[in-house]
């Protein structure tokens, strides 16, 4: 959900329609969103194929076309670091300087009330209790504050310092200017450094391999749609990384040159290959260095144009972009604090301890049609197995999940089997009585635990409480039902 204003909306377009090469449909307008913030919409019925905008590559703001674009290169940062430290560097020492200004002050931090937008791992301790034990802590760990991020602000910080002695370059006001003797201050700028990170976060494209993640103007106005997006974004990222040049650079021609000599390949050789790049068509070079949203089906007069952020549940869409959608058909119900309780009784550690080394890893392998030794590939997509211990949006137990309750309500007898010939499809073949039996004893757990909203809580916590309510309800619902 962007966050601009529709004050900067003018300035915007304008830094758009200034742009060579750049195309924004008459067919569209901005204007205030039902969802929240500004939003895109149909002026007149669109066909599906319809290109809403083109913008070219030097149109989009990215750390490596950057004013301090080197000085990154040269000190090896990289990545969303980076882009942040670019980023402040454009808004609070080159301001109007530079040629981005006019869309990068569109990009706030703080919301209407005059708060720094900060993502959960930056709320104070009272929010996160309430959110304590949620699936946004326990499957998420979004709760916990980065390390990462604490070590991006003392990097940037030494850097500002460094770039300032060495170059006199400005230290960016009110952000890396910090008295660290001020525990205060240095609070107050490391929050102010993590809110432009997330609110960067909310609005970056992949590119291609030379810019890598960048803003860009206008397509970071569509909202998010859960199940249905409208428009898809396209941009060519094989690229060279040294220059961000498609086809033959100079870079790739030194490269081939190099290789060329290295082979003792002709001179010839290498003259006909640099006549044959030389001939390529001017206009599909150009294309390939423009960036589009095209939209996927038709849209009708006055709906609004979505994109997507992926397919993903409130609590990651709280944790990466900062806003929720409601009844979200990605939220899930993490159950992995409460079966940690199961585990305290001593007559399921045993089956515990053999489902996490040797029974989750078998099982993984069966369902992804793995039945042979895992190899080095497989094990590393292995997730945690706790993190498949979840009931979807529908209040149905994943399958892993299934399992594993079989695992615990299974006979001596059938453990004894199982553990003696780790054939993990007898799980896959029990009776749904004993899962059910343990399902509601987690969901009773999980009931205990999970707080009821009140009416002062922040809409985007209740928003999260509410999700995981209606899961926890619609689980006990059909567990609680007679079974075919």
Known sequence: MS???????????????????????????????????LGVFAKQDLEEGTVLLKLPKSCLFSASNSSIANLLVDDEIDGVL???????????????????????????????????????SHWSETEKLLLKGSTLDTLHGGLAKDED????????IDLAHKWNGEFGLPIPQGFLDVDLSDKQEVLLKFHRFVATAYALSSRIFEIDAFHESALVPIADLFNHHVTTPDVHFSSLYDVCQL?????????????????????????????????EDEDNDDDESKQDELVDMTLVHAVKKGQEVFNSYGDLSNALLLARYGFTVAHNPNDVLHLGKEIRQLARHQRHAQRIAWWRKIG??????????QETEPDEELEQELPPWLS?????????????????????????????????????????????????????????????????PKPDTPDTIKSLLNSERRILQKAKYLQTQPHN
């Open 3 to 37: 966050n601009t204003q529709p004050d900067d909306l003018s300035d915007v377009l304008r830094f758009v329609g200034d742009s060579d090469d750049s195309f924004w449909s008459i067919e569209c307008e901005v204007r205030t969103s039902p969802n929240g913030g």
């Open 82 to 120: 980076a882009l942040n430290i670019a980023f402040l560097y454009e808004t609070t020492v080159f301001k109007e300087k530079s040629h981005w200004f006019p869309y990068l002050k569109s990009i706030r931090i703080y919301n209407d009330d005059g708060l720094l937008v900060l993502p959960p």
């Open 149 to 156: 991020v604490q070590e991006g602000f003392e990097i940037a």
């Open 243 to 275: 220059c961000g040049e498609p086809g033959m650079c100079k870079h790739l021609v030194a490269e081939a040159a190099l290789e060329a000599a290295q082979q003792d390949l002709s001179e010839q050789e290498m003259d006909e290959s640099s006549d």
């Open 360 to 369: 989750y890893p078998l099982w993984f392998r069966s369902t992804h049609k």
């Open 388 to 452: 498949e211990m979840c009931i979807d949006s529908e209040g149905s137990p994943a399958e892993a999940l299934v399992a594993f309750l079989n695992l615990l309500s299974m006979s001596e007898l059938q453990w004894k089997r199982l553990y003696d010939t780790s054939k993990i499809q007898a799980l896959n073949k029990m009776g749904d009585a004993g899962v059910r039996t343990f399902l509601l004893r987690l969901l009773a757990y999980k009931g205990l635990s999970l707080q009821l």
